[in-house]
Nanobody, 126 residues
């Protein structure tokens, strides 16, 4: 299993970014996926999750209305569209793969996920 995040960078407050997570080594279309983040000096926090078919999604309260998770099962890729970014969104963002076929828990749990990518840095600063 390989998960490779991309799309991070430096953006001004109020700006937008789109993160991507390219997946390989497993049957992507059959597994829920998630985004979590680690702000500087803080612990991991869940951002969003999406079911295997994209019909169910979960968002942390802190990102609702600003971040949108999506997936393209034909391209084996997970996305996170990030709008109206603030300094509070500065973090390393990781994508993760659920461990059980077709399972989707709300809220998601770390024990439900078995692989994580290396992360991509998002810095929101003027």
């Amino acid at each position: 299993v390989q998960l490779v995040e991309s799309g991070g960078g430096l953006v001004q407050p109020g700006g937008s970014l789109r993160l991507s997570c390219a997946a390989s080594g497993f049957d992507f279309k059959n597994y829920a996926m998630s985004w979590v983040r680690r702000p500087p000096g803080k612990g991991l926090e869940w951002v969003s999750a999406i079911s295997w078919n994209g019909e169910r999604v979960y968002y942390a309260n802190s990102v609702k209305g600003r971040l949108t998770i999506s997936r393209d099962n034909a391209k084996n890729t997970l996305y996170l569209q990030m709008n109206s970014l603030t300094s509070e969104d500065t973090a390393v963002y990781y994508c993760g793969k659920a461990g059980i076929l077709w399972a989707f828990q709300q809220p998601p749990r770390y024990t439900d996920y078995d692989y994580w990518g290396q992360g991509t840095q998002v810095t929101v600063s003027s």
